[in-house]
């Protein structure tokens, strides 16, 4: 099963975020065979953290909320929410099979909250452009409720059109980058 997890950053939480960072890449070690993306989400400046983002293929609901709340910087405070939603791939692979690689353009998250009748369950044409894509689930994964992208746009607003509005209780995008140990 994969989740999808966005753990926020809490104002002023950022000398505790760095002082955590080998704990953090210590913890998500444990992962790397389950991840399928993960990266922070950062500030208009482009480089102070906002958040944290982890997509994982986990044995069940459990797993996953032992994933988000057993987390380091979750356990310490850094964060002041966590989002963790069963997500489907329909990419089918990770963000290291991204062609585009991981330096250049401009790169997002992109967040529709919504309910009702599902939307954007088709891949987007331009697929190119995708890191990751699929829709949000509630725990038993029968019901609709948004879609999350991973994507190079070259601005927020191009992002923001990967999702149809109008079914969206509302859109967030937040810039992203890969993450994980620097080599």
């Not at 099963?1 to 070690?29: A, N, T």
């Not at 997509?55 to 069940?60: A, K, P, Q, R, S």
């Not at 963790?84 to 585009?100: A, C, E, I, V």
């Not at 991981?102 to 890191?131: C, F, K, S």
């Amino acid at each position: 099963m994969e989740f999808l997890c966005y753990h926020r950053d809490r104002p002023g939480s950022l000398p505790l975020r760095d002082e955590l960072l080998e704990e953090h890449w210590s913890y998500m070690d444990q992962y790397e065979k389950e991840m399928i993306a993960r990266g922070p989400t950062l500030a208009d400046d482009g480089d102070t953290p906002t958040g944290s983002v982890h997509i994982v293929d986990l044995i069940d609901p459990a797993a996953a909320r032992a994933f988000a709340f057993d987390e380091p910087n979750y356990q310490a405070g850094v964060y002041r929410d966590v989002l963790l939603r069963r997500w489907r791939n329909l990419l089918g692979h990770t963000m290291w099979d991204f062609p585009g690689g991981p330096a250049d353009g401009h790169r997002y998250l992109v967040l529709g909250l919504g309910a009702g009748q599902a939307a954007d369950l088709a891949v987007p044409a331009d697929r190119d452009e995708l890191i990751a894509y699929g829709p949000l689930l509630s725990d038993d994964g029968t019901t609709w409720l948004g879609t999350a992208v991973l994507a190079r746009a070259p601005d927020p607003e191009a992002a923001r059109a990967l999702l149809t509005p109008e079914r969206y209780a509302g859109i967030e995008v937040h810039n992203w980058q890969f993450g994980g140990r620097r080599s």
